[in-house]
């Protein structure tokens, strides 16, 4: 039986373990999707206001380098994630790659594309520090205690 699978995905290596689990334990006929939500800071690079502070200007062009640094990186992971699956003897056509924008929250953000007809969610157990998570509650955990509809793995 061939299964959707959603895969949450960041540059951490706690996601990379969740793809290479899948890579070992799944059947290669699985479709899968790797899923990346991404933090919409365009708008702030663009912004060119008066009302913003002249600290704010002076660093403008800083955060946007990191921005775009950050994006290299969940880019890269993608790539990374993709050819772990394609060694593991998946087929290309099963393999998708998503990045959204944030738009509800990244627990929120996953659970909408997974309501659009996937059968499992996998993530790695963490992928933010534990300061973090101490203070913002881990996105796994979200996921999991959200999800009503369809079963979660999380991928220590």
Do not use: H, W
């Given at each position: ?125 963490r992928g933010v520090s534990e300061i973090k998570d101490f203070f913002l509650g881990s996105i796994s955990q979200k996921v ?13």
């Open positions: 039986m061939e299964q959707k699978i959603l895969v949450a995905l960041d540059d951490s290596d706690n996601a990379m373990r969740a793809v290479v689990y899948i890579a070992n334990f799944f059947n290669t006929n699985s479709k899968i999707t790797l899923l990346s939500i991404l933090q919409d800071t365009a708008s702030l690079c663009e912004m060119n206001s008066p009302e913003l502070t002249p600290y704010f200007k002076s660093q403008q062009s800083n955060f946007c380098l990191l921005e775009d640094k950050k994006k290299e990186l969940v880019n890269n992971a993608m790539t990374k994630a993709r050819n772990v699956l394609l060694d593991a003897g998946f087929d290309e056509n099963t393999i998708t790659t998503k990045s959204n924008i944030k738009q509800k929250g990244v627990a929120k953000d996953i659970l909408d594309e997974a309501d659009l007809g996937y059968d499992l969610i996998v993530l790695g157990r999991f205690s959200l999800a009503k509809e369809i079963s979660v793995l999380i991928v220590n």
